[in-house]
């Protein structure tokens, strides 16, 4: 694939969970993001526990053609594992993929628009009667 036409990669990197169920959300995440964005190639990943690991769909995109990959941690804040533990495995994925330039982005929840919604849906609760569902 010509690196002019390749196609844009973006991981979204969890933490991962045991039960399979926990996935959801970030399921629903990516599928948002493949609709609002179909030229990209979006994959999940996970930290533990959970498939594909992020070297596997670090993988996966450069195999696909992807000149560029974003990684988005999909965590609230920056803590170990995002401080400590990215990092490492992003020296790693550049040291097996040259060819491909990854990007890290901040924690999702770091983002300010992130906080705007979680305080949005906050706020809609507290305008809610007691007893009735809160928005979905």
């Known amino acids: 694939m010509n ?8 991981i979204l990197f969890a933490h991962g969970a045991r039960d399979p169920r926990w996935a959801g959300p970030f399921e629903a995440v ?3 993001v493949r609709l609002q964005q179909p030229q990209a190639l979006v994959r999940l990943a996970y930290l533990e526990f959970m498939a594909p690991t992020l070297p596997q769909a670090a993988a996966d995109l ?8 974003a990684v988005l941690p999909l965590f609230l804040g920056t803590g170990g594992h995002v401080r400590k533990d990215l990092p490492l495995l992003m020296d790693e994925l550049r040291a097996a993929h040259p060819q491909v330039q990854f990007s890290l982005h901040p924690a999702v929840g770091e983002m300010p628009a992130v906080t705007a919604a979680m305080a949005g849906v906050a706020s809609t609760l507290l305008a809610t009667p007691p007893g009735t569902a809160g928005p979905a």
């Not at 690196?3 to 973006?10: K, R, S």
């Not at 450069?62 to 990959?69: D, I, L, N, Y």
């Open 3 to 10: 690196p002019d036409t390749a196609a844009p990669g973006l």
């Open 30 to 32: 990516a599928q948002q």
């Open 62 to 69: 450069a195999t696909a053609g992807c000149s560029t990959v």
